[in-house]
C-alpha cells in the first residue's frame, strides 16, 4: 500500500542549531503535505503545509522544501529552541480524499 | 476559539464495559475525524464525518461505533473492546472535507485503557 516514511526516527540537535527533518513518500498522486508537531500528552498541532505545484513555503522559523521527483519532503526549523522538542510527523491528503495518512514521526530533541 | 474538545481525558474501561468518547468544536466545521493512535506510532485515521455524514471508514471493527449528533459533536461509542484497544484516541476537526483547503484541528486525545 501507499505509506509515507521518514529517514531518521531520533534526531539530537544543538540549541541555536538548525534542524532538518526529512520525510519519504510514495504516492506520487498525493497533492497536499503537512508537517504536525506533536509534544508529550497533547494533540498533533499544525505547523505548515505544502501543496504539490510548490517546492518551498517558508513560515516564522520554519521552512518546508518539496521534491516531487525523489517523493522527498523536509522541514527545517532555524535557530531551534528546547520548546521545539516533540515529534514531528510528516502527512500527505490523497486529492479530495479528505484523509490524512500520518508518516512514522521523528522525534526531535534539543541539546542545551 | 480555535479548540477541539475531548472528554474525558482519561478513561480506564473492562472489556465489556459501554462507554463513550465525545468530542466538541464550534469553529463551524463540518469535518470531523477520529484517529487512533499507539504508543510511539503515528495517529491512523478511523473514520470521517462529513456535514453530519460518515464518508469515510478505515475498516475499523464494529466494535468501534461513531456518531455525528451534529455539527459541533462527534461520539465514539465503544460497547466492548480487547486490550489492544487501549491508545490515545484523537479528534479533528477542519472546515469542509478536504483539509487542503483548510487547517485540521486536533484535540488533546482521550487516553483509553482496556483492562
Known amino acids: 500500500g501507499e505509506s509515507v516514511g521518514l529517514h531518521l526516527p531520533t534526531l539530537s540537535v544543538q540549541e541555536g542549531d538548525n534542524s532538518i527533518i526529512n520525510c519519504a513518500y510514495s504516492?506520487?498522486?498525493?497533492?497536499?503535505f503537512i508537517w504536525y508537531k506533536q509534544e508529550s500528552g497533547k494533540g498533533p498541532q499544525f505547523i505548515i503545509d505544502i501543496r504539490s505545484n510548490m517546492d518551498k513555503r517558508q513560515g516564522q522559523r520554519v521552512t518546508v522544501l518539496l521534491n516531487k521527483t525523489v517523493k522527498h519532503l523536509s522541514l527545517q526549523i532555524a535557530a531551534t529552541q528546547p520548546g521545539d522538542s516533540a515529534v514531528y510527523f510528516c502527512a500527505e491528503e490523497y486529492s479530495s480524499a479528505s484523509k490524512i495518512i500520518f508518516g512514522s514521526g521523528t522525534r526531535l530533541s534539543i541539546r542545551p | 476559539d480555535t479548540e477541539v474538545t475531548q472528554t474525558p481525558k482519561h478513561l480506564v474501561m473492562g472489556m465489556t464495559n459501554k462507554k463513550s468518547l465525545k468530542c466538541e468544536q464550534h469553529m463551524g466545521h463540518r469535518a470531523m475525524y477520529w484517529y487512533k493512535q499507539k504508543a510511539k506510532k503515528p495517529p491512523e485515521l478511523m473514520f470521517v464525518?462529513?456535514?453530519?455524514?460518515?464518508?469515510i471508514n478505515e475498516s475499523v471493527p464494529s466494535r468501534f461505533s461513531p456518531e455525528c449528533p451534529n455539527s459541533s459533536l462527534l461520539n465514539l461509542h465503544l460497547p466492548a473492546l480487547q486490550p489492544e484497544d487501549s491508545a490515545l484516541y484523537l479528534c479533528?476537526?477542519?472546515?469542509?472535507?478536504?483539509?487542503?483547503?483548510?487547517?485540521?484541528?486536533f484535540g488533546q486525545g482521550t487516553r483509553l485503557t482496556v483492562v
Open positions: 504516492n506520487s498522486a498525493s497533492d497536499y
Open positions: 464525518y462529513s456535514y453530519e455524514k460518515l464518508s
Open positions: 479533528a476537526s477542519s472546515q469542509e472535507g478536504s483539509v487542503m483547503n483548510t487547517e485540521a484541528f
